[in-house]
């Protein structure tokens, strides 16, 4: 499976309010959760887009393996909290 460091999903703010929210999250989903979270919140170096053949790689493949079970899963826990939120 996806285990490592190299798995591991972050998320990288641009400025103090984003990092709070961030930081706010991950104690929040922590609460909810019996497994640690193990998302690292790290400030963003500077981005360089990949190569158009790596570009929208879900959008355009949805059905291929790694989207299916390990995408798409990820995607609708995001939906779902999206929605309790509202």
């Known amino acids: 499976?996806?285990?490592?460091?190299?798995y591991?999903?972050?998320i990288m703010y641009h400025d103090e309010e984003q990092k709070a929210a961030a930081e706010k999250w991950k104690s929040?989903?922590?609460e909810e959760h019996l497994d640690p979270i193990v998302t690292e919140i790290v400030k963003a170096p500077v981005f360089y887009p990949a190569e158009r053949?790596?570009?929208?790689?879900?959008r355009l493949n949805p059905n291929a393996g790694y989207c299916t079970f390990v995408i798409r899963p990820k995607l609708e826990k995001v939906k779902k909290v999206q929605e309790k939120e509202k």
């Open 28 to 30: 929040e989903a922590a």
């Open 8 to 10: 591991r999903s972050v």
């Open 1 to 6: 499976g996806d285990v490592g460091t190299q």
């Open 53 to 58: 053949g790596h570009q929208d790689y879900y």
